[in-house]
């Protein structure tokens, strides 16, 4: 009788044991009531939303904007590569975003489907400071070569940076509406490609998103 109860006493332990180990195991992989991660692509529109500027509005709008860029004669039918400088885009709106990413996009989607149509100069404007930087940086690498501190490639000598033919920039602007129904949204996006030797504006895009929520929205 007593082996039988020591027995028992054994396999309770056991189990307990066995279940401690588990739990402690599987402690802070698996969050069964949490909300698991969603992979999205870019211009999804997704449940965690509101009403402004999110990433598929980024999308949508610098595709539009690359466009039609490469379709207008003065970059279509140019005569060689024109060289464009970016200017930072001027955010109008309620909504404290990376406004960088508009021409970063643009500039990305330009150089990868252009095929050489247009250049971009890398002293282009920013308000953080890095194109400054990375000018100093240029103008170092030329005084370099210059010297003869280190070559040039192909022993071609130190060339003068390019100057730029375009000038493009951008301004986001933004009307709200809000009441104890919920919040309304109105972004118009307009950017201008500008020719600088003549200050003329030689294409100028725009689109315009509206959304209505029941809730406003954190952005940062």
């Known amino acids: 009788m007593k082996h039988i109860v020591r027995s028992s006493i054994k396999t309770a332990a056991a189990a307990v044991l066995c279940g401690i180990l588990m739990g402690c195991a599987s402690a802070g992989v698996k969050n069964p009531s949490g909300v698991p991660v969603t992979e999205m692509k870019a211009d999804e529109r997704g449940f965690v939303a509101g009403t402004g500027i999110e990433s598929q509005d980024l999308v949508t709008v610098t595709d539009k904007m690359a466009r039609d860029i490469l379709g207008i004669e003065q970059i279509a039918r140019a005569q060689g590569s024109p060289r464009v400088y970016l200017f930072p885009v001027e955010n109008n709106t309620r909504f404290p975003i990376n406004k960088d990413l508009f021409l970063d996009r643009i500039r990305a989607q330009l150089n990868e489907k252009a ?8 002293r282009s404007a920013s308000a953080d400071g890095t ?12 005084d370099l070569k210059e010297t003869g501190a280190v070559t040039s490639n192909a022993g071609q000598p130190a060339a003068q940076f390019s100057g730029a033919d375009y000038l493009l920039t951008g301004k986001l602007g933004n009307l709200t509406t809000r ?19 003549t200050s003329e504006i030689v294409w100028e895009g725009s689109a315009e998103i509206k ?10």
């Open 211 to 220: 959304k209505q929520g029941l809730e406003d929205a954190a952005y940062r």
């Open 131 to 142: 194109p400054q930087k990375i000018m100093q940086a240029l103008e170092r690498e030329r």
């Open 115 to 122: 095929r050489g149509k247009v250049r971009f100069l890398a």
């Open 179 to 197: 009441t104890s129904g919920g919040v309304s949204d109105y972004v118009l996006y307009t950017f201008q490609l500008v020719d600088v030797r």
